[in-house]
């Protein structure tokens, strides 16, 4: 008689236990905590400790300042501690007009720096996006922005006169080489799948121009008009020693004359601190322009 074949069952599978095993390895390094360093690559930083540092940074300043100022142990007119230099501006906000001096510099740094901004932007953008336009204008703003923009003082003098339409001349030389420049390499990353997707679904020059190439680097252009910004204030106090009656170049040429070491600290301070004015009004503006890339 034919006995039934019983079917004998299968070995269970071994890599459930394999599986266990690693993660039983795996477990205790997972479960650790990971150790936060304070110096690590590309570690964003929050807001309150971006404020900490800064003003850690400028009370350290201030501390070394006041340390090598009065390291003699008396007071030295060459080299005045940051409390002479404080009681300077406010003299010369108080008794002398200084604001008046103030708002000339700045009224000719935001017209110069327009002026050169209106010219650069467009023909950036133009030779950033048609390498035809490029190889015309590289030449000659390749040239120019080697020139040093005080080597054009004699001319502007012969040209302009002693005016302000000298000095707001020499400060739009000094920023619109290179920001046409910088403007130009912008608009050279634009991605080039971009251009040809809206070449392949129909769009013109022009559209392509207007809605792909011009949204796309504009926030770098934004960006490179702040960084440029900076370099036009490093101008100022050289387009105002020529034949000026105002503004804080002006004011520290005076002070040179009566040898008030802390008048012209005063003045390089307030250059500071309006340069630093204005990069954080144009942060404001790009915030406002790009939401989108804010937390970016």
């Known amino acids: 008689m034919l006995q039934p074949v019983v079917p004998t069952p299968a070995p269970e599978p071994t890599v459930a236990p394999a599986v266990a095993l690693v993660s039983e390895r795996q477990s205790p390094a997972a479960a650790s905590p990971v150790k936060r360093r304070w110096l690590e690559f590309k570690q964003p930083v929050s807001t309150r400790s971006k ?17 090598a100022a009065t390291s003699g142990g008396e007071a030295n007119p060459l080299f005045p501690s940051p409390v002479s ?35 650069a932007v467009p023909l950036g953008i ?6 035809a336009i490029e190889a015309f204008f590289s030449p000659l703003v390749s040239a120019f922005r080697y020139l040093p923009a005080p080597a054009f003082i004699p001319l502007l003098l ?46 013109s020059r022009r559209s392509i121009l207007w809605t792909v190439v011009v949204p796309s680097s504009l926030p770098g252009i934004v960006d490179t008009c702040r960084q440029m910004l900076a370099v036009s204030w490093t101008y100022l106090v050289i387009a105002e020693i020529v034949a000026a009656t105002d ?35 144009f942060r404001g503006v790009y915030w406002l322009m790009f939401p989108y890339l804010r937390r970016r």
């Open 247 to 281: 503004g804080i170049g002006a004011m520290m040429m005076r002070a040179r004359r009566f040898v008030h070491v802390d008048d012209i600290m005063a003045g390089i301070l307030i250059i500071g601190a309006l340069g630093l004015l204005c990069d954080l009004a």
């Open 158 to 203: 012969m040209w302009l006169g002693t005016g302000d339409t000298q000095k707001i001349a020499l400060l739009m030389l000094g920023v619109i080489w290179f920001l046409v420049t910088l403007i130009c390499d912008t608009v050279k990353q634009t991605p080039v799948d971009f251009i040809e997707t809206s070449r392949t679904l129909g769009g």
């Open 51 to 67: 404020v900490l540092l800064g003003i850690a940074a400028w009370l350290l300043f201030l501390l070394g300042w006041h340390l």
């Open 85 to 119: 230099v404080s009681d300077a501006l406010w003299n010369l906000f108080a008794e002398r007009g200084f604001h008046s001096d103030v708002l000339a510099s700045l009224q000719r740094i935001l017209i110069s720096f327009g002026l050169a901004v209106v010219v």
């Open 126 to 131: 133009l030779m950033g996006a048609f390498p």
